[in-house]
């Protein structure tokens, strides 16, 4: 069964840094779209980046852009999310994603099928 496990949330000062970190017991190489995906109470998950199996082509949210990056290891089996310039904002619970295999547009939620328990980021205002 293919799980995903993410790690390296926790709560940083705005401004500050934080690695995510996910980790696949399937494999993140391979013809997969991943994602970080972030969801606040009383909201629906939003997309924050992804990156395609093709090319490694990335996609960012306008809110993000600048700040975070996106990153795959298909040798060691992860994903990771840097986040610098923190702001109050990015707080929520941030959900590894893995696609269909052979999805073409990494941006389609409904193309994710493996999401991971989520990872607490707190920035406080």
């Known amino acids: 069964q293919v799980q995903l496990v993410e790690s390296g949330g926790g709560s940083v000062q705005a401004g500050g840094s934080l690695r995510l970190l996910c980790r696949d017991s399937?494999?993140?190489?391979?013809?997969?779209?991943m994602a970080w995906y972030r969801q606040t109470p009383g909201n629906e998950r939003e997309l924050v980046t992804c990156?395609?199996?093709?090319?490694?082509?990335?996609y960012y949210a306008d809110s993000v852009k600048g700040r975070f990056t996106i990153s795959r290891d298909k040798a060691r089996n992860t994903l990771s999310l840097q986040m610098d310039s923190l702001k109050p904002d990015d707080t929520g619970v941030y959900y590894c994603?893995?696609?269909?295999?052979?999805?073409?547009?990494?941006?389609?939620?409904?193309?994710?099928?493996?999401w991971g328990q989520g990872t607490q980021v707190t920035v406080p205002s």
């Open positions: 990156i395609r199996w093709r090319n490694d082509l990335t």
């Open positions: 994603a893995k696609s269909r295999e052979y999805a073409e547009e990494c941006t389609s939620r409904r193309d994710y099928y493996t």
């Open positions: 399937g494999r993140i190489g391979g013809a997969f779209n």
